[in-house]
């Protein structure tokens, strides 16, 4: 059964860090893109971080770059996000997704096997 559980959410003041992980079951981790995507209430799904199967360069878009880190470690079939310098617009819901032998992708839709989520409240 393919799973991704987040873990790692919670309450942080502004400038503070978090540090979100993803552990994955059921997939072959290492053939898998994996992404951060977050949904804040009334917005658009968006990707924040992705770091491709084949290893190179991680994705992330102007708004989380130089703040978030996004690693992988595959001999635990798990994925992280660090986040620092945390920013009440940071606040969302924060998802893991995959998807199999892609290249990183900006797209939500580009990804097919989702976790539940973690919700991330940042306060000012």
């Known amino acids: 059964q393919v799973q991704l559980v987040e873990s790692g959410g919670g309450l942080a003041q502004a400038g503070g860090s978090l540090r979100l992980s993803c552990a994955t079951s059921?997939?072959?981790?290492?053939?898998?893109?994996m992404a951060w995507l977050r949904q804040a209430p009334e917005k658009e799904r968006e990707v924040v971080a992705a770091?491709?199967?084949?290893?190179?360069?991680?994705y992330y878009p102007d708004s989380v770059k130089g703040r978030f880190t996004m690693s992988r470690d595959n001999t635990k079939n798990t994925a992280y996000l660090e986040m620092s310098s945390l920013k009440p617009e940071d606040t969302a819901r924060y998802y893991c997704?995959?998807?199999?032998?892609?290249?990183?992708?900006?797209?939500?839709?580009?990804?097919?096997?989702w976790g539940m989520g973690t919700q991330v409240t940042v306060s000012s």
């Open positions: 997704a995959a998807r199999h032998l892609g290249g990183l992708a900006t797209t939500p839709s580009s990804y097919n096997v």
């Open positions: 059921g997939i072959t981790f290492t053939t898998y893109t």
């Open positions: 770091i491709p199967w084949f290893g190179g360069n991680t």
